[in-house]
T-cell receptor, first 114, second 115 residues
């Protein structure tokens, strides 16, 4: 079945450490997105990419980095510069043919601080 | 700029009662509107989407939503709540003016279903 796979499901970060969250899709979608979810705040966009080797900052990109070397993969690195990384991180993908394309979501990674 | 407002962070209904979750949007052009559902520790699942073909949109699990341009609303309803409907629901908006095709999400409404 086609879908989006996020790993790991749970991740713990030590102070000063960078961690990388994986996101892989086999839906042949061009666009991929990373969101951060905090209780009561809905989803906030971190980064998005519409094509390989290109990506744009979202609303809360500070302290995060991404790469898009393959169409199927869009890993997110939470750097030590992100002082409050504890959150639920969601990856999504969609076609790029106008604003009527729904986004498909993975099951998320929950990141906590040790 | 686009925005979405979901009235009520929590809504509680009895099993079998009508479910009504409210969503109002702001967009300078005809919008595309979506409702998603999220169960605990899972991603978001698409319930339904409005793309101007019809103002009343039917989705999965018996949910439907009506687009009302005059009220800038896209409320989600279900005639009879089931215990399995307990989850968090998100309304989202997009349009063709923003070439990034980003979705703007509301802050969510948690639906509680009482037995």
């Amino acid at each position: 079945d086609g879908g989006i796979t996020q790993s790991p499901k749970y991740l713990f970060r030590k102070e000063g450490q960078n961690v990388t969250l994986s996101c892989e899709q086999n839906l042949n979608h061009d666009a991929m997105y990373w969101y951060r979810q905090d209780p009561g705040q809905g989803l906030r966009l971190i980064y998005y990419s519409q094509i390989v080797n290109d990506f744009q900052k979202g609303d809360i990109a500070e302290g995060y980095s991404v790469s898009r070397e393959k169409k199927e993969s869009f890993p997110l690195t939470v750097t030590s510069a992100q002082k409050n990384p504890t959150a639920f991180y969601l990856c999504a993908s969609s076609r790029v043919k106008g604003g009527n394309q729904p986004q498909h979501f993975g099951d998320g990674t929950r990141l906590s601080i040790l | 700029a686009q925005s979405v407002t979901q009235l009520g962070s929590h809504v509680s209904v009895s099993e079998g009662a009508l479910v009504l979750l409210r969503c109002n949007y702001s967009s300078s052009v005809p919008p595309y509107l979506f409702w998603y559902v999220q169960y605990p520790n899972q991603g978001l699942q698409l319930l339904l989407k409005y793309t101007s073909a019809a103002t009343l949109v039917k989705g999965i699990n018996g949910f439907e939503a009506e687009f009302k341009k005059s009220e800038t609303s896209f409320h989600l309803t279900k005639p009879s709540a089931h215990m399995s409907d307990a989850a968090e629901y998100f309304c989202a908006v997009s349009d063709d003016m923003d070439s990034s095709y980003k979705l703007i999400f509301g802050s969510g409404t948690r639906l509680l279903v009482r037995p």
